[in-house]
């Protein structure tokens, strides 16, 4: 049997992939199939890390500015609920039997170690998955850029952006089911399409820093390992030529 394609990954997923069917919060079924999911690229020896946003509890950003909420007290408070999505994948894994590690951008020393690059990779190296919460720690950066910094800081072989379609379209296929799918991408024509994958800081940053990003259907079954297998899942975005 072919061994997987990447060893050191991250996987980005939305605190909105937690919720299933819920109207908010955490699904504990939902919860339990991801953590299924990664343990199942684990266990055939990948470097794993997990960065997860907030958008279940609390989602930051400017739109909380109409209502009178600084922007960056909206950013720090979706902070903290990244690190409840955090705190129950972790319990989840480990209930499961994968080690792991929450280490926090923000210093909160009782639930989470702080975020120390070497710390993080070192982690890696003795099977450990690490999930990385609080974003970067800093507000006006979403966790998507998180998901680009941590890649490039540890460097990881690959950045997976987990979501609720296919991969990349050129419209959202939920409500156009004309949009064209996008089996490749350059870094380029993310940016010049405007295409709804990451912001445009962390597409720039996985380019600069040579990182593929692959974006897949997570609540496929497999999906995720068919992907570490370099089997052709969901878009795969890269340099070109």
């Known amino acids: 049997m072919p061994g997987p394609s990447y060893k050191r990954v991250v996987v980005k997923m939305s605190g909105e992939g937690l919720q299933g069917d819920e109207a908010s919060g955490i699904s504990l079924d939902t919860l339990s199939f991801i953590c299924e999911q990664i343990k199942s690229i684990w266990e055939l020896g990948v470097e794993v890390a ?7 509890i609390f989602r930051g950003g400017e739109k909380f500015s109409d209502f009178g909420l600084d922007r960056a007290v909206a950013d720090y408070m979706g902070m903290l609920a990244t690190v409840i999505n955090g705190l129950a994948l972790q319990n989840g894994l480990e209930k499961i ?6 280490m926090s951008a923000l210093d909160i020393r009782q639930v989470a170690e702080p975020y120390i690059r070497r710390r993080a990779i070192r982690h890696m190296e003795k099977n450990r998955v690490i999930i990385f919460v609080a974003g970067t720690g800093s507000p006006y950066f979403t966790t998507d850029t998180a998901a680009a910094l941590r ?3 540890i460097h990881a072989d690959l950045v997976i952006k987990a979501t609720k379609v296919d991969g990349v379209y050129s419209d959202d296929p939920l409500r156009n089911p004309s949009a064209k799918f996008y089996e490749e991408l350059s870094y380029s024509e993310v940016i010049s399409k405007k295409l709804r994958v990451m912001d445009i800081t962390a597409i720039t940053m996985c380019m ?6 692959m974006v897949l259907n997570f609540s496929q079954p497999d999906n995720l390992k068919n992907a570490i297998m370099g089997n052709r899942v969901g878009t795969i975005i890269r340099s070109k030529g």
Request: net charge negative; no cysteine.
């Open 50 to 56: 997990l960065v997860v946003g907030g958008g279940n």
């Open 97 to 102: 039997g994968v080690p792991t590690r929450v």
């Open 151 to 153: 890649a490039a800081e």
């Open 208 to 213: 600069e820093n040579s990182i593929p990003i």
